[in-house]
Protein backbone atom coordinates (compact mmCIF):
# COMPACT_ATOMS: atom_id res chain seq x y z
CA UNK A 1 0.00 0.00 0.00
CA UNK A 2 2.94 2.38 0.91
CA UNK A 3 4.57 1.35 -2.62
CA UNK A 4 1.42 2.31 -4.13
CA UNK A 5 0.57 5.94 -2.71
CA UNK A 6 4.22 6.68 -3.11
CA UNK A 7 3.98 6.04 -6.96
CA UNK A 8 0.79 7.98 -6.75
CA UNK A 9 2.07 11.04 -5.42
CA UNK A 10 5.49 10.87 -6.71
CA UNK A 11 7.35 10.53 -3.46
CA UNK A 12 10.55 8.54 -3.23
CA UNK A 13 10.82 5.70 -0.83
CA UNK A 14 14.16 5.61 1.46
CA UNK A 15 16.19 3.02 -0.20
CA UNK A 16 15.29 3.62 -3.53
CA UNK A 17 17.86 4.12 -6.19
CA UNK A 18 18.81 7.95 -6.23
CA UNK A 19 17.21 9.92 -9.10
CA UNK A 20 19.32 11.22 -12.39
CA UNK A 21 18.74 14.92 -11.25
CA UNK A 22 16.88 16.17 -8.40
CA UNK A 23 15.95 20.14 -7.68
CA UNK A 24 16.03 20.60 -4.03
CA UNK A 25 13.94 23.01 -1.91
CA UNK A 26 12.42 25.26 -4.54
CA UNK A 27 9.10 26.87 -4.92
CA UNK A 28 7.39 24.79 -7.24
CA UNK A 29 4.95 26.85 -9.16
CA UNK A 30 2.99 25.13 -12.15
CA UNK A 31 0.68 27.53 -13.85
CA UNK A 32 -1.77 23.96 -15.15
CA UNK A 33 -2.64 22.71 -11.29
CA UNK A 34 -2.03 25.75 -9.63
CA UNK A 35 0.46 24.20 -7.31
CA UNK A 36 2.41 26.65 -5.31
CA UNK A 37 4.70 25.11 -2.64
CA UNK A 38 8.21 24.07 -1.55
CA UNK A 39 8.75 20.94 -2.64
CA UNK A 40 11.84 18.72 -4.56
CA UNK A 41 11.36 17.43 -7.96
CA UNK A 42 13.23 14.13 -9.30
CA UNK A 43 13.82 13.10 -12.87
CA UNK A 44 15.00 10.51 -14.37
CA UNK A 45 15.32 9.34 -17.88
CA UNK A 46 14.21 13.01 -18.69
CA UNK A 47 10.80 12.88 -17.33
CA UNK A 48 9.86 14.40 -13.78
CA UNK A 49 9.42 11.22 -11.66
CA UNK A 50 8.49 13.01 -8.73
CA UNK A 51 7.65 16.02 -6.73
CA UNK A 52 7.91 15.59 -3.15
CA UNK A 53 7.54 16.81 0.28
CA UNK A 54 10.28 14.62 1.24
CA UNK A 55 13.77 14.97 0.63
CA UNK A 56 15.10 13.06 -2.50
CA UNK A 57 18.46 11.95 -3.32
CA UNK A 58 19.82 12.33 -6.69
CA UNK A 59 23.09 11.54 -8.76
CA UNK A 60 22.91 15.22 -9.48
CA UNK A 61 21.63 17.81 -6.58
CA UNK A 62 20.95 21.24 -8.01
CA UNK A 63 20.22 23.58 -4.79
CA UNK A 64 16.74 25.74 -5.22
CA UNK A 65 16.09 27.70 -2.04
CA UNK A 66 14.97 30.53 -2.65
CA UNK A 67 14.33 30.12 -6.20
CA UNK A 68 10.95 29.45 -8.46
CA UNK A 69 10.80 26.04 -9.73
CA UNK A 70 8.57 26.47 -13.23
CA UNK A 71 7.72 24.63 -16.57
CA UNK A 72 10.46 25.52 -18.95
CA UNK A 73 9.64 28.41 -21.11
CA UNK A 74 8.08 27.89 -24.26
CA UNK A 75 8.94 30.45 -27.32
CA UNK A 76 6.46 30.16 -30.42
CA UNK A 77 8.62 32.72 -32.41
CA UNK A 78 12.15 32.57 -32.26
CA UNK A 79 13.76 33.00 -35.71
CA UNK A 80 17.13 32.46 -33.98
CA UNK A 81 17.73 28.71 -34.67
CA UNK A 82 21.35 28.11 -34.22
CA UNK A 83 23.94 27.54 -31.25
CA UNK A 84 24.66 30.52 -30.63
CA UNK A 85 20.82 31.52 -30.68
CA UNK A 86 20.18 28.53 -28.63
CA UNK A 87 22.73 29.67 -25.44
CA UNK A 88 20.98 33.13 -25.38
CA UNK A 89 17.53 31.15 -25.16
CA UNK A 90 18.60 29.67 -22.30
CA UNK A 91 19.89 32.04 -20.21
CA UNK A 92 16.31 33.02 -21.05
CA UNK A 93 14.67 30.50 -19.41
CA UNK A 94 13.68 29.44 -22.76
CA UNK A 95 13.41 25.45 -23.36
CA UNK A 96 11.60 24.98 -26.19
CA UNK A 97 12.05 27.75 -29.29
CA UNK A 98 9.62 27.11 -32.44
CA UNK A 99 9.86 29.04 -35.46
CA UNK A 100 6.65 28.89 -35.78
CA UNK A 101 6.04 32.66 -38.10
CA UNK A 102 8.17 32.94 -40.56
CA UNK A 103 8.35 29.03 -40.98
CA UNK A 104 11.08 26.85 -43.08
CA UNK A 105 10.71 26.09 -46.80
CA UNK A 106 11.89 22.21 -46.34
CA UNK A 107 10.64 21.05 -43.05
CA UNK A 108 12.60 17.78 -42.99
CA UNK A 109 16.24 19.48 -44.08
CA UNK A 110 15.26 21.97 -41.05
CA UNK A 111 14.64 19.11 -38.27
CA UNK A 112 17.26 16.41 -39.62
CA UNK A 113 20.10 19.80 -39.35
CA UNK A 114 19.06 20.25 -36.07
CA UNK A 115 18.85 16.85 -34.42
CA UNK A 116 21.89 16.48 -31.95
CA UNK A 117 22.97 19.74 -32.66
CA UNK A 118 20.32 21.74 -30.82
CA UNK A 119 20.67 23.36 -27.01
CA UNK A 120 16.96 23.52 -26.47
CA UNK A 121 14.26 21.76 -28.16
CA UNK A 122 12.72 22.81 -31.58
CA UNK A 123 10.49 22.55 -34.65
CA UNK A 124 8.62 24.84 -37.19
CA UNK A 125 5.77 25.22 -39.69
CA UNK A 126 5.53 25.09 -42.73
CA UNK A 127 6.71 28.32 -44.93
CA UNK A 128 3.84 29.93 -46.83
CA UNK A 129 5.82 32.69 -48.08
CA UNK A 130 8.65 30.63 -49.37
CA UNK A 131 6.77 27.66 -50.97
CA UNK A 132 4.39 29.84 -52.83
CA UNK A 133 7.75 31.25 -54.18
CA UNK A 134 8.91 27.82 -54.98
CA UNK A 135 5.48 26.79 -56.98
CA UNK A 136 5.65 30.06 -59.27
CA UNK A 137 6.55 29.08 -62.62
CA UNK A 138 8.71 32.21 -62.98
CA UNK A 139 11.28 30.52 -60.58
CA UNK A 140 11.12 26.67 -61.59
CA UNK A 141 14.51 26.45 -62.36
CA UNK A 142 15.45 27.32 -59.09
CA UNK A 143 13.58 25.48 -57.33
CA UNK A 144 15.95 22.71 -56.76
CA UNK A 145 18.46 24.73 -55.59
CA UNK A 146 16.42 26.49 -53.03
CA UNK A 147 15.51 22.58 -51.76
CA UNK A 148 19.33 21.84 -51.31
CA UNK A 149 20.03 25.35 -49.88
CA UNK A 150 20.00 26.41 -46.21
CA UNK A 151 18.39 29.65 -46.88
CA UNK A 152 16.36 31.31 -44.55
CA UNK A 153 13.17 31.18 -45.55
CA UNK A 154 12.69 35.33 -45.88
CA UNK A 155 15.57 34.94 -48.75
CA UNK A 156 13.34 32.78 -50.77
CA UNK A 157 9.98 34.30 -49.94
CA UNK A 158 11.46 38.08 -50.98
CA UNK A 159 12.49 36.85 -54.24
CA UNK A 160 8.27 36.38 -55.22
CA UNK A 161 7.15 39.17 -52.86
CA UNK A 162 5.41 40.92 -55.59
CA UNK A 163 4.63 38.04 -57.95
CA UNK A 164 0.79 36.73 -57.73
CA UNK A 165 0.24 32.98 -58.18
CA UNK A 166 -2.11 33.26 -61.54
CA UNK A 167 -2.43 29.89 -62.94
CA UNK A 168 -4.25 26.44 -61.26
CA UNK A 169 -1.08 24.42 -61.19
CA UNK A 170 0.70 27.05 -59.21
CA UNK A 171 -2.02 26.61 -56.67
CA UNK A 172 -1.79 22.88 -57.01
CA UNK A 173 2.18 23.05 -56.63
CA UNK A 174 2.07 25.24 -53.46
CA UNK A 175 -0.93 23.10 -51.74
CA UNK A 176 0.98 19.76 -52.49
CA UNK A 177 4.55 21.94 -51.35
CA UNK A 178 2.64 22.98 -48.18
CA UNK A 179 1.60 19.08 -47.32
CA UNK A 180 4.84 17.64 -47.78
CA UNK A 181 6.36 20.11 -44.87
CA UNK A 182 3.14 18.85 -43.09
CA UNK A 183 3.75 15.09 -43.72
CA UNK A 184 7.48 16.18 -42.62
CA UNK A 185 6.73 17.00 -39.31
CA UNK A 186 5.44 20.82 -39.44
CA UNK A 187 3.21 22.36 -36.95
CA UNK A 188 0.99 24.36 -38.82
CA UNK A 189 1.38 26.90 -41.90
CA UNK A 190 3.56 29.92 -41.46
CA UNK A 191 1.79 33.33 -43.26
CA UNK A 192 3.41 36.37 -43.43
CA UNK A 193 1.51 38.51 -46.27
CA UNK A 194 2.69 41.69 -45.38
CA UNK A 195 6.32 40.79 -46.70
CA UNK A 196 4.88 40.06 -49.92
CA UNK A 197 1.60 41.88 -50.75
CA UNK A 198 1.59 40.38 -54.05
CA UNK A 199 -0.32 37.53 -52.38
CA UNK A 200 -3.97 38.43 -53.17
CA UNK A 201 -6.82 37.81 -50.61
CA UNK A 202 -8.14 34.59 -52.21
CA UNK A 203 -4.80 33.12 -51.79
CA UNK A 204 -4.34 33.67 -48.45
CA UNK A 205 -8.14 32.18 -47.93
CA UNK A 206 -7.30 29.26 -49.78
CA UNK A 207 -4.31 28.44 -47.51
CA UNK A 208 -6.87 28.85 -44.74
CA UNK A 209 -9.08 26.38 -46.16
CA UNK A 210 -6.36 23.77 -46.76
CA UNK A 211 -5.39 24.39 -42.65
CA UNK A 212 -8.74 23.15 -41.97
CA UNK A 213 -8.96 20.18 -43.84
CA UNK A 214 -5.33 18.93 -42.61
CA UNK A 215 -6.60 20.27 -38.98
CA UNK A 216 -3.70 22.24 -38.83
CA UNK A 217 -3.41 25.69 -37.05
CA UNK A 218 -2.69 29.00 -39.33
CA UNK A 219 -0.09 31.38 -37.80
CA UNK A 220 0.34 34.98 -39.27
CA UNK A 221 1.72 38.08 -39.42
CA UNK A 222 -1.13 39.68 -40.75
CA UNK A 223 -1.30 41.80 -44.11
CA UNK A 224 -0.21 45.47 -42.49
CA UNK A 225 -0.24 47.03 -39.23
CA UNK A 226 -4.17 48.09 -39.37
CA UNK A 227 -7.33 46.56 -37.56
CA UNK A 228 -8.24 45.75 -41.48
CA UNK A 229 -5.66 43.46 -41.79
CA UNK A 230 -6.47 41.73 -38.32
CA UNK A 231 -10.20 41.69 -39.49
CA UNK A 232 -8.67 39.78 -42.88
CA UNK A 233 -7.45 37.37 -40.85
CA UNK A 234 -10.21 36.42 -38.07
CA UNK A 235 -12.50 36.45 -41.29
CA UNK A 236 -10.87 33.92 -42.95
CA UNK A 237 -10.74 31.65 -39.58
CA UNK A 238 -14.69 32.26 -38.99
CA UNK A 239 -15.19 30.95 -42.77
CA UNK A 240 -13.34 28.14 -42.89
CA UNK A 241 -12.86 27.23 -39.64
CA UNK A 242 -9.43 26.89 -39.06
CA UNK A 243 -7.21 27.23 -36.10
CA UNK A 244 -5.57 30.92 -35.58
CA UNK A 245 -2.57 32.47 -33.96
CA UNK A 246 -1.57 36.08 -34.41
CA UNK A 247 1.97 36.88 -34.05
CA UNK A 248 3.27 40.15 -32.12
CA UNK A 249 0.03 41.63 -31.41
CA UNK A 250 1.37 44.30 -30.01
CA UNK A 251 4.05 45.41 -33.35
CA UNK A 252 0.61 44.25 -35.68
CA UNK A 253 -1.57 46.68 -33.94
CA UNK A 254 0.15 49.76 -32.94
CA UNK A 255 -2.27 52.47 -31.50
CA UNK A 256 -5.08 50.22 -32.39
CA UNK A 257 -3.82 47.49 -29.90
CA UNK A 258 -7.22 48.30 -27.16
CA UNK A 259 -9.72 47.49 -30.71
CA UNK A 260 -8.02 44.53 -31.78
CA UNK A 261 -7.54 43.00 -28.01
CA UNK A 262 -11.28 43.33 -27.77
CA UNK A 263 -11.64 41.42 -31.26
CA UNK A 264 -10.04 38.79 -30.70
CA UNK A 265 -11.38 38.42 -27.31
CA UNK A 266 -15.00 38.85 -28.96
CA UNK A 267 -13.78 35.91 -31.63
CA UNK A 268 -12.56 33.77 -28.76
CA UNK A 269 -15.97 34.14 -26.79
CA UNK A 270 -17.72 33.08 -30.07
CA UNK A 271 -16.07 29.57 -30.37
CA UNK A 272 -13.41 30.59 -32.08
CA UNK A 273 -9.62 28.85 -31.60
CA UNK A 274 -7.62 31.69 -32.22
CA UNK A 275 -4.87 33.12 -29.48
CA UNK A 276 -2.32 35.75 -29.83
CA UNK A 277 1.27 36.93 -28.33
CA UNK A 278 3.20 39.49 -27.55
CA UNK A 279 7.12 40.34 -26.78
CA UNK A 280 7.60 42.98 -23.56
CA UNK A 281 9.76 45.78 -26.24
CA UNK A 282 8.69 48.84 -27.70
CA UNK A 283 10.65 48.41 -30.80
CA UNK A 284 10.20 45.73 -33.69
CA UNK A 285 12.89 44.62 -35.71
CA UNK A 286 12.68 43.54 -39.49
CA UNK A 287 14.44 43.26 -43.08
CA UNK A 288 15.21 46.58 -43.98
CA UNK A 289 14.68 45.57 -47.67
CA UNK A 290 11.37 43.97 -47.22
CA UNK A 291 8.24 45.36 -48.62
CA UNK A 292 7.69 46.82 -45.12
CA UNK A 293 9.77 49.56 -46.63
CA UNK A 294 8.27 50.24 -49.75
CA UNK A 295 7.12 53.50 -50.44
CA UNK A 296 4.92 55.50 -47.98
CA UNK A 297 6.39 53.76 -45.07
CA UNK A 298 6.65 56.72 -42.69
CA UNK A 299 2.75 56.95 -43.05
CA UNK A 300 2.10 53.67 -42.68
CA UNK A 301 4.33 52.92 -39.62
CA UNK A 302 3.84 56.45 -37.72
CA UNK A 303 7.32 56.53 -37.73
CA UNK A 304 10.26 58.17 -39.68
CA UNK A 305 14.22 57.86 -40.63
CA UNK A 306 15.32 58.91 -36.79
CA UNK A 307 12.90 56.07 -35.58
CA UNK A 308 14.98 53.75 -37.08
CA UNK A 309 18.53 52.10 -35.76
CA UNK A 310 21.13 49.86 -37.41
CA UNK A 311 22.17 47.03 -35.23
CA UNK A 312 25.89 46.69 -36.37
CA UNK A 313 26.62 50.63 -35.61
CA UNK A 314 24.03 51.78 -33.26
CA UNK A 315 23.19 54.57 -35.18
CA UNK A 316 19.29 56.03 -35.74
CA UNK A 317 19.31 56.62 -39.41
CA UNK A 318 18.52 59.48 -42.03
CA UNK A 319 17.77 59.59 -45.41
CA UNK A 320 20.78 59.03 -47.04
CA UNK A 321 21.63 56.12 -44.75
CA UNK A 322 18.78 54.46 -44.79
CA UNK A 323 18.99 54.27 -48.68
CA UNK A 324 22.65 53.09 -48.18
CA UNK A 325 21.61 50.51 -45.83
CA UNK A 326 18.17 49.67 -47.68
CA UNK A 327 20.71 48.91 -50.08
CA UNK A 328 22.76 46.66 -48.33
CA UNK A 329 20.52 44.55 -46.85
CA UNK A 330 20.21 43.47 -43.34
CA UNK A 331 17.93 43.94 -39.86
CA UNK A 332 17.21 47.25 -38.55
CA UNK A 333 15.16 47.81 -35.49
CA UNK A 334 11.91 50.02 -35.43
CA UNK A 335 11.36 52.29 -32.12
CA UNK A 336 7.42 52.39 -32.92
CA UNK A 337 5.69 51.37 -29.80
CA UNK A 338 4.22 53.26 -26.57
CA UNK A 339 4.90 51.66 -22.99
CA UNK A 340 0.96 51.59 -22.58
CA UNK A 341 0.51 49.29 -25.50
CA UNK A 342 3.07 46.59 -24.22
CA UNK A 343 1.60 47.37 -20.52
CA UNK A 344 -1.87 46.39 -22.01
CA UNK A 345 -0.59 43.04 -24.21
CA UNK A 346 0.75 41.64 -21.40
CA UNK A 347 -1.69 42.48 -18.84
CA UNK A 348 -4.62 40.79 -21.44
CA UNK A 349 -5.42 37.22 -19.57
CA UNK A 350 -4.91 35.54 -23.25
CA UNK A 351 -2.23 37.14 -24.43
CA UNK A 352 0.76 34.79 -24.65
CA UNK A 353 4.46 35.42 -23.85
CA UNK A 354 6.70 35.23 -27.31
CA UNK A 355 10.47 36.79 -28.26
CA UNK A 356 10.11 37.03 -32.35
CA UNK A 357 13.60 36.61 -31.47
CA UNK A 358 15.90 37.34 -34.60
CA UNK A 359 18.72 35.26 -35.92
CA UNK A 360 21.95 35.59 -33.93
CA UNK A 361 24.17 39.00 -34.07
CA UNK A 362 26.16 40.44 -31.15
CA UNK A 363 23.69 43.68 -31.53
CA UNK A 364 20.37 42.24 -32.24
CA UNK A 365 17.43 43.48 -30.72
CA UNK A 366 17.31 42.31 -27.17
CA UNK A 367 14.69 40.64 -27.27
CA UNK A 368 16.32 37.72 -28.74
CA UNK A 369 17.91 37.07 -25.19
CA UNK A 370 15.68 38.93 -22.69
CA UNK A 371 12.11 38.46 -23.18
CA UNK A 372 10.88 36.24 -20.88
CA UNK A 373 13.43 37.57 -18.20
CA UNK A 374 11.88 41.00 -18.93
CA UNK A 375 8.61 40.00 -18.44
CA UNK A 376 9.40 38.58 -14.96
CA UNK A 377 12.15 41.31 -13.80
CA UNK A 378 10.02 44.49 -15.06
CA UNK A 379 6.13 43.29 -15.74
CA UNK A 380 5.62 41.58 -12.58
CA UNK A 381 8.75 41.88 -10.08
CA UNK A 382 8.30 46.08 -10.38
CA UNK A 383 5.44 47.18 -12.53
CA UNK A 384 3.40 44.72 -11.21
CA UNK A 385 1.11 44.68 -14.61
CA UNK A 386 0.70 40.83 -13.38
CA UNK A 387 1.27 37.90 -11.09
CA UNK A 388 4.06 35.54 -10.99
CA UNK A 389 1.59 32.77 -11.98
CA UNK A 390 -0.62 34.54 -14.53
CA UNK A 391 3.28 35.29 -16.12
CA UNK A 392 4.53 32.08 -15.98
CA UNK A 393 1.19 30.32 -17.76
CA UNK A 394 1.69 33.09 -20.53
CA UNK A 395 4.67 31.34 -20.93
CA UNK A 396 4.33 27.69 -20.25
CA UNK A 397 1.01 25.95 -20.57
CA UNK A 398 -0.86 28.62 -22.70
CA UNK A 399 1.75 28.11 -25.23
CA UNK A 400 2.15 24.06 -24.94
CA UNK A 401 -1.76 24.38 -25.36
CA UNK A 402 -1.92 26.07 -28.27
CA UNK A 403 0.18 23.16 -29.70
CA UNK A 404 -1.32 20.07 -28.25
CA UNK A 405 -3.85 19.35 -31.10
CA UNK A 406 -1.17 19.66 -33.94
CA UNK A 407 1.63 18.17 -31.83
CA UNK A 408 0.85 15.70 -29.42
CA UNK A 409 4.09 16.09 -27.43
CA UNK A 410 3.58 18.78 -26.05
CA UNK A 411 0.73 17.65 -23.52
CA UNK A 412 4.17 16.81 -21.43
CA UNK A 413 5.75 19.97 -21.86
CA UNK A 414 5.11 23.44 -19.92
CA UNK A 415 3.82 22.06 -16.99
CA UNK A 416 5.57 20.46 -13.62
CA UNK A 417 3.92 16.75 -13.31
CA UNK A 418 4.79 13.48 -13.00
CA UNK A 419 5.47 11.79 -16.13
CA UNK A 420 6.22 15.34 -17.92
CA UNK A 421 8.94 16.11 -19.95
CA UNK A 422 12.01 17.30 -17.40
CA UNK A 423 11.90 20.90 -19.18
CA UNK A 424 12.59 23.08 -15.65
CA UNK A 425 13.35 26.69 -15.40
CA UNK A 426 14.54 27.55 -12.01
CA UNK A 427 15.19 31.53 -11.31
CA UNK A 428 15.40 33.64 -8.30
CA UNK A 429 12.39 35.63 -8.17
CA UNK A 430 14.29 38.50 -6.37
CA UNK A 431 16.85 39.50 -9.38
CA UNK A 432 15.65 37.67 -12.86
CA UNK A 433 15.98 40.26 -15.34
CA UNK A 434 16.71 41.29 -18.71
CA UNK A 435 20.43 42.26 -19.52
CA UNK A 436 20.62 42.59 -23.67
CA UNK A 437 20.06 46.34 -24.52
CA UNK A 438 19.59 48.08 -27.62
CA UNK A 439 22.67 50.29 -26.95
CA UNK A 440 25.20 47.08 -25.77
CA UNK A 441 23.40 44.34 -27.91
CA UNK A 442 22.94 40.94 -26.69
CA UNK A 443 23.74 39.66 -23.38
CA UNK A 444 22.68 36.79 -20.31
CA UNK A 445 20.05 38.05 -18.45
CA UNK A 446 20.16 37.47 -14.95
CA UNK A 447 18.62 35.24 -12.11
CA UNK A 448 18.07 32.29 -14.58
CA UNK A 449 19.31 29.71 -12.06
CA UNK A 450 19.17 26.22 -13.71
CA UNK A 451 17.35 25.15 -16.97
CA UNK A 452 17.08 21.86 -18.19
CA UNK A 453 16.22 20.66 -21.69
CA UNK A 454 14.70 16.89 -21.55
CA UNK A 455 16.32 16.54 -17.80
CA UNK A 456 19.94 17.86 -19.06
CA UNK A 457 21.33 20.83 -17.30
CA UNK A 458 22.23 23.26 -20.11
CA UNK A 459 22.39 26.15 -17.10
CA UNK A 460 23.52 25.53 -14.36
CA UNK A 461 24.46 27.64 -11.98
CA UNK A 462 23.94 30.78 -14.33
CA UNK A 463 26.47 29.39 -16.54
CA UNK A 464 26.05 27.46 -20.01
CA UNK A 465 26.73 24.06 -19.55
CA UNK A 466 28.62 22.45 -22.12
CA UNK A 467 29.10 19.68 -24.86
CA UNK A 468 25.51 19.24 -24.02
CA UNK A 469 22.57 18.85 -26.76
CA UNK A 470 19.78 17.61 -25.27
CA UNK A 471 17.56 19.29 -28.17
CA UNK A 472 14.81 17.12 -29.28
CA UNK A 473 12.29 17.79 -32.49
CA UNK A 474 8.58 18.90 -31.99
CA UNK A 475 7.12 17.44 -35.00
CA UNK A 476 3.57 17.35 -35.99
CA UNK A 477 0.81 14.61 -35.59
CA UNK A 478 0.87 14.25 -39.36
CA UNK A 479 4.71 13.88 -39.73
CA UNK A 480 5.50 10.61 -41.85
CA UNK A 481 1.77 9.67 -43.01
CA UNK A 482 1.89 8.54 -46.43
Not at 320 to 333: D, L, P, S, W
Amino acid sequence: MRAILALAFGVALAGQSPFDVVIRGGRVMDPESGLDAVRDVGIRGGKIAAISTARLAGKVLLAAEGRVVAPGFIDLHAHGQSAESNEFQAHDGVTTALELEVGVPEVGRFLRARSGKALVNFGATASHGAMRTMSMREFAGQREKWRKSDDFSFEVLNRGRYSQLREAEEYTLLGATLERGLREGAMGLGLAPQYYPGATREEIFRVYQMAKRWRAPVFTHVRSMTPDAMQEAIANAAATGAALHIVHVNSMSLGALPFVLDMIEAARKQGMDITTEAYPYTAASTFIESAMFDDGWQERLGISYEDLQWPPTGERMTAETFAKYRKQGGFVIMHMMKPEWIRRAMASPFVMIASDGMPYSARAHPRSAGTFSRVLGLYVREEKILSLMDALGKMTILPARRLESIAPGMKNKGRIRVGADADITVFNPATVRDQATFEHGLRFSSGITHVLVNGVPVVREEKTVPGVFPGQPVTGNFANVR
